[in-house]
Every structure is written in C-alpha cells, then in structure tokens.
C-alpha cells in the first residue's frame, strides 16, 4: 500500500477483554515497529520485528502485551486483559532496511495513523 | 541509556514570527541519527529530517532549518515566518547504533504543542 496501515483507527473495550490491533506496513518494508503514546507524552518503542529473525520485545510493559508477524507482512498487537492504564495511541511504523552500521544508511520509519484504545 | 529533552512542553506564536524548538539529547554511543517528526491533529506521525551524528552540517529545508550542535547535544528546530498550517506536536527522537539484531527503536521526546495564531 502507499503507507502504514493500522485498524481499528479507535476501539473501545472494557477492562479485563482482550484486545487485537492490526497493521499493515508499506510494501516491501522489512522492518516492522509498534509504539504507544500515552496522552500528552512522546512515543515509547514496544517491540520491533525484522524478516523471519526473532523479534526483539524488549519494550513490551508486561506479559499481556504480545505482537506476532508473518515473514515481512501484517501485524498483529494484542493486548490480554486489558487495564485502565493501557488506553493510550498505539502507533505502527515499518521502514525499509533496519540497521544502523555506519556504512548502511538507517532507513526512516514511517509511521500510520495508530489506534487509539480506550479502556473503561 | 539514551533520552530526548524537549523542555517547551507548548509554544504559542503569531503567524508569521520565527520560532525555535529546542532538543538535547543523550546517548553514549558514537555513532547515533537524530530526527524530527511532526504530529498534526489528524495524529499520523510525518518524517521531516533525519541527521547521522558524523554529519554536522546545518540544513535548511525551505522554511525549516536544523540546527545540530553536538558540543552541546542539541538538535534544535526553527520555523521561520511561521503558518497555521504549522501547528502541531513536534517530536524529536533519537535511535543509536544497534548490535545489527537489537532493537532499533526511536527513543522519543516528549513532544513540544506548537500553536500558530493566525
């Protein structure tokens, strides 16, 4: 597609429900990143995938929080028995090659609308 | 550990005045990208510059220029003859040079509300 696709672009769910978010990356992207953005703040890194490597989960706050991906296609991010503190933006961003060898340009990320989750 | 300050939490201006939004960074690698997005109303993050810590030169993109000072660790952003149309959170994020399979996650400020008055 022409950009980062993400789905739903708002959900609504109540605590304790599990919850699935979904993006789609650009074409031919290999690297896939999800972010949350709580209100008013900056954005933080939650899990990061590469091609078929492991991905590196890293950020992810707590064990109800998991993402899968299929090869250098869609995402998933979901979210298990959601919390009140989980309502935030939870934004996608893929971008063409990772990496940040000096002799390999870091590709820019480019990110989607996001998902903003309200949790009641 | 690396971490962005954008100490202007929001910044009101008259359209049409120049306005400088400030960034400081730390990381203690060598070898790091700086970068700046924009976050208009609709939400959508929109790449603007990205800066690799061996190139210091200034840039001047039309109306934006950026201002890399790695004495000082800043990365500052100036709008000049500031539009409505530039109203937005601006964000600037740092990613340092990863071990090829680590994480190449931006690590964000928290984001500088620049309002544009007509």
């Known amino acids: 597609g022409a950009g980062v696709s993400q789905s739903p672009s708002n959900k609504v769910t109540e605590k304790g429900k599990d919850v699935e978010l979904r993006c789609d990356p650009i074409?031919?992207?290999?690297?896939l990143y999800w972010y949350r953005q709580r209100l008013g703040q900056g954005l933080e890194f939650l899990i990061y995938f590469q091609g078929n490597s492991a991905p590196d989960k890293s950020g992810l706050p707590s064990d109800r929080f998991s993402a899968e991906r299929t090869g250098e296609s869609v995402s998933t991010l979901t979210i298990q028995r959601t919390q009140q503190e989980d309502s935030a933006v939870y934004l996608c961003?893929?971008?063409?090659?990772?990496?940040?060898?000096?002799?390999?340009?870091?590709?820019?990320?480019?990110f989607g609308a996001g998902t903003r989750l309200s949790v009641l | 550990a690396q971490k962005v300050t954008q100490a202007q939490t929001e910044i009101s201006v008259v359209e049409k005045e120049d306005v400088t939004l400030d960034c400081v960074y730390e990381t203690r690698d060598t070898t790091y990208y700086l970068f700046w997005y924009k976050q208009p109303p609709s939400g959508e993050l929109v790449f603007l510059i990205r800066?690799?810590?061996?190139?210091?030169q200034n840039e001047i993109s039309g109306r934006y220029s950026w201002n890399f000072q790695k004495s000082t660790s800043s990365f500052n952003f100036t709008i000049t003859a500031s539009q409505v149309v530039d109203s937005a959170v601006y964000f600037c994020?740092?990613?340092?040079?990863?071990?090829?399979?680590?994480?190449?996650?931006?690590?964000f400020g928290k984001g500088t509300h620049l309002i544009i008055q007509p």
């Open positions: 961003a893929s971008s063409l090659v990772p990496g940040l060898a000096v002799q390999v340009a870091k590709n820019i990320q480019y």
């Open positions: 800066r690799n810590s061996f190139d210091e």
């Open positions: 994020a740092l990613s340092e040079a990863g071990s090829g399979g680590g994480a190449d996650g931006l690590t």
């Open positions: 074409s031919g992207h290999t690297a």
